[in-house]
Nanobody
C-alpha cells in the first residue's frame, strides 16, 4: 500500500520559517516527479513546487526565492524549506507523487498518482 506521510506543519509568525517533510513508502520502483501542493478552504488545490527524480526543481511564482524543494531519493523523502513566510502562505500543504514508471510531470493535480493527507501551515501577521 502506497503511503505519503507529511510532517513539519505548524503555526509561525510572518517572516518565520518551517520545514515540511514527506516520507513515501510502498512504491515498488520508487517515485518519479514529487511535489507540494497547497489548498485553502473554498479554493482549488494549487501547485507550490515540484522536483524530478534527477533533481530539477520548479516553483510557483508566489514562492520563488522563499521556498526550496529537495528530495532524498535513497529514502524516498521529499522536503520543502519555507522561509520569509507570509500570511497568504497559510494553507493545508499536501505532498504529491507520481510513480517512477509513469514518467512525466507532476505540475498539476491531475498528474498526481498519490497524495498525502496534508499538514496545516498557519502564518500569523
Amino acid at each position: 500500500q502506497v503511503e505519503l506521510v507529511e510532517t513539519g506543519g505548524g503555526s509561525v509568525q510572518a517572516g518565520g520559517s518551517l520545514r515540511l517533510s514527506c516520507a513515501a513508502s510502498g512504491l515498488d520502483y520508487g517515485t518519479g516527479c514529487m511535489g507540494w501542493f497547497r489548498q485553502v478552504s473554498g479554493k482549488e488545490r494549487e501547485a507550490v513546487a515540484r522536483i524530478y527524480a534527477r533533481g530539477s526543481p520548479y516553483y510557483a511564482d508566489s514562492v520563488k526565492g522563499r521556498f526550496t524543494i529537495s528530495r532524498d531519493n535513497a529514502k524516498d523523502t521529499l522536503y520543502l524549506q519555507m522561509t520569509s513566510l507570509k500570511p497568504e502562505d497559510t494553507a493545508m500543504y499536501y505532498c504529491a507523487a507520481r510513480r517512477a514508471s509513469s514518467g512525466g510531470t507532476c505540475a498539476n493535480a491531475v498528474d498526481i498518482d498519490f497524495w498525502g493527507k496534508g499538514t496545516l501551515v498557519t502564518i500569523s501577521s
